[in-house]
């Protein structure tokens, strides 16, 4: 597929651009200011420890060294706080926004209740992450590292809703053959892990941040096991283990290894059209449209320099993973690769909603 692999490639071309050159600063100032970054999602997830991890060295690297404070704004799988950062115009530095895949598939997808265009935005920072799924202990311990003992179980899952980066694992456990009844309307994937964490789902997926932070714990405790992780893209563009969880197979890998799933074909095409979408460039902020050249330069500059910190990889790597940072006109062409999925792939998800769920998009 000539675009998927376009897609990819460009996916692997974003360090390159990261380097991109940006308007020169005038004189920015934002001390004893108070910088918002709203996050479209409850504080239990992934976003939340994302914004949360970037928040205080975001502060630090500002001009004035202005308190960033992180807000919420859950609803809608985020489109609630997408449409409401859709109406903020000319800011003066004091609002930032933070979407991520569960932003991004609507958009893609033609959700009607998508009223924000990405493109009205000013991307300043981009970031890619990881997935985890899990098993409670009773079913982990049938998993031998294909689907094929699970798939006359009946699992229960907290999601966001189809449409929402939750897509990716619904469409991967279709594939593997099990049986996955998603119970939607939870407003953040924390919210999911904690009905994981209280017996009422018995499978569950968090991005990196959200399973560095609290997952790990369950896994360390016996009330959770490790089934798979989404992967990572190497340089040919294939899926490979993700480099914060080497020692999880990929769905890729157990796909291959369960009765009946394909790594090629219609379905996979799809699935990892969407993963390449939802993942590699799967968090990015934003600035509202209208924001003057000098502030946007400014923050590309402190983006910059919070990557370029000497405990920078150390200190990321345990709370997000070991993922690329994408700064000033990188993060503007992460966004192009994060807001775009072939036709084909499209079409067919668009299909395997309305059969699967009842989704009818336009």
């Known amino acids: 597929m000539t675009v998927l692999k376009s897609t990819r490639n460009a996916v692997l071309g974003l360090i390159a651009a990261a380097g991109l050159a940006m308007p020169a600063q005038a004189d920015v100032d934002f001390s004893g200011k108070t910088i918002e970054w709203v996050i479209p999602f409850s504080e239990t997830g992934g976003s939340a420890k994302w914004a949360n991890f970037f928040a205080p060295l975001l502060g630090e690297a500002l001009p004035g060294q202005p308190t960033v404070v992180v807000k919420f704004m859950p609803g809608a799988g985020s489109t609630k706080g997408a449409n409401w950062f859709q109406k903020q115009k000319d800011g003066d530095g004091t609002l930032l926004f933070g979407s991520s895949g569960s932003t991004q598939f609507p958009y893609l997808l033609g959700d009607p209740r998508v009223r924000y265009e990405y493109n009205d935005w000013n991307a300043v920072m981009a970031s890619g992450t990881g997935g985890v799924a899990y098993l409670n202990a009773e079913d982990g311990a049938k998993f031998d590292g294909s689907a094929n003992a699970l798939q006359d179980t009946d699992f229960i899952y907290g999601s966001q809703g189809a449409t929402r980066l939750d897509l990716v694992p619904l469409l991967a456990w279709k594939m ?187």
């Open 176 to 362: 593997l053959g099990m049986n996955v009844e998603p119970v939607f309307g939870i407003k953040g994937r924390g919210d999911g892990r904690l009905m994981f964490e209280r017996g009422e789902a018995n499978i569950d997926y968090q991005t990196s941040s959200g399973y560095l932070k609290g997952s790990t714990a369950l896994v360390d405790a016996g009330k959770a096991v490790p089934m798979m992780t989404w992967g990572a893209l190497d340089e040919n563009g294939e899926i490979v283990r993700d480099p914060t969880f080497p020692d999880i197979a990929t769905f890729k890998e157990v796909c291959e290894a369960t009765e009946g799933c394909e790594t090629s074909g219609e379905a996979w095409d799809a699935w990892k059209a969407f993963f390449v979408a939802g993942f590699p460039v799967q968090k990015l902020a934003f600035l509202p449209a209208g924001t003057p050249d000098d502030i946007i330069a400014a923050y590309t500059k402190a983006f910059q320099d919070v990557v370029a910190r000497d405990d920078f990889a150390e200190i990321s790597s345990k709370r997000v993973g070991k993922y690329s940072v994408f700064t000033g006109g990188g993060a503007q062409t992460a966004l192009g690769t994060a807001t775009n999925v072939p036709a084909e792939a499209k079409a067919y998800v668009t299909n395997w909603l309305s059969e699967a769920y009842g989704v009818t998009l336009k």
